[in-house]
C-alpha cells in the first residue's frame, strides 16, 4: 500500500509514542496499513462533515461511485469545494492523534 510520505511519517511517530514502533516487522505492517485505513476513513468522514450540504451527496457518490481514479482527484474536489479544507485535516488528524493514543472519547 503506498502512501504518502508525511503521512506514513505521522503515522510513524504516533506508533513510536504508543509503543508499538517496537513491534517486528511483520506485525509493525499490519498496524501501519490499519492505521491508514482508519485515517483515510477519518479524512474523508471530516471532509464529508465539513462540505456545505449540496456537496456532500456529490462527493459521496464520487466516493462510492468509483468516478474517482486517483488521489489527487480526490484532493482537486476537497480544494476546489472546501475553503478550509486545511483547518478540516488539521483538525481530523488531531483528533485522531487524541483517539489512538487514548486520550480522547
Do not use: C, H, W
Not at 462533515?49 to 482537486?76: R, S, Y
Request: aromatic letters at 8%; hydrophobic letters at 40%; a negative charge.
Amino acid at each position: 500500500m503506498e502512501m504518502d510520505p508525511n503521512i506514513k511519517k505521522f503515522l510513524e511517530g504516533l506508533m513510536t509514542e504508543a509503543g508499538t514502533a517496537q513491534l517486528p516487522a511483520e506485525e509493525q505492517k499490519a498496524a501501519m496499513d490499519d492505521l491508514y485505513v482508519r485515517l483515510e476513513d477519518r479524512l474523508v468522514m471530516s471532509v464529508m462533515n465539513a462540505l456545505p450540504e449540496d456537496k456532500q451527496a456529490e462527493f459521496q457518490g464520487m466516493i462510492d461511485g468509483g468516478d474517482v481514479e486517483t488521489p489527487e482527484q480526490v484532493q482537486q474536489y476537497i480544494v476546489g469545494n472546501l475553503p478550509n479544507y486545511q483547518e478540516v485535516f488539521v483538525a481530523a488528524f488531531g483528533q485522531f492523534r487524541e483517539e489512538y493514543l487514548g486520550q480522547g472519547a
